[in-house]
């Protein structure tokens, strides 16, 4: 079974900075690529930024230029370094990872609320 804690999630003021982490752990195969989605209420989930296992990455438009996303696969672990957040960017923001097999796994999500 294959388990992904996010954490780094909270309240912040606009034009502030969070830094978001995802850990996996458990029965891993082995890992492609990793990705963090958003999902408002009553909306699509919508992909945030991802990296594959060559560095490759990702990004919405929305998200350019002030979002980063790295990995550390040695650890199983894929961050998302979020500045000049805006409140647009209040959402739930879940961890993914995709094996090899191109089996998908989600994390629980975390909050981040922008306060204008």
């Known amino acids: 079974q294959v388990q992904l804690v996010e954490s780094g999630g909270g309240l912040v003021q606009a034009g502030g900075s969070l830094r978001l982490s995802c850990a996996a752990s458990?029965?891993?195969?082995?890992?492609?690529?990793m990705g963090w989605y958003r999902q408002a209420p009553g909306k699509q989930r919508e992909l945030v930024a991802a990296?594959?296992?060559?560095?490759?990455?990702n990004y919405a438009d929305s998200v350019k230029g002030r979002f980063t996303i790295s990995r550390d696969s040695a650890k199983n672990t894929v961050y998302l370094q979020m500045n000049s957040l805006k409140p647009e960017d209040t959402d739930v923001y879940y961890c993914n990872i995709v094996d090899v097999r191109r089996v998908n796994y989600w994390g629980k999500g975390t909050l981040v609320t922008v306060s204008s």
């Open positions: 458990g029965n891993i195969f082995s890992i492609n690529a």
């Open positions: 990296i594959t296992s060559g560095g490759s990455t």
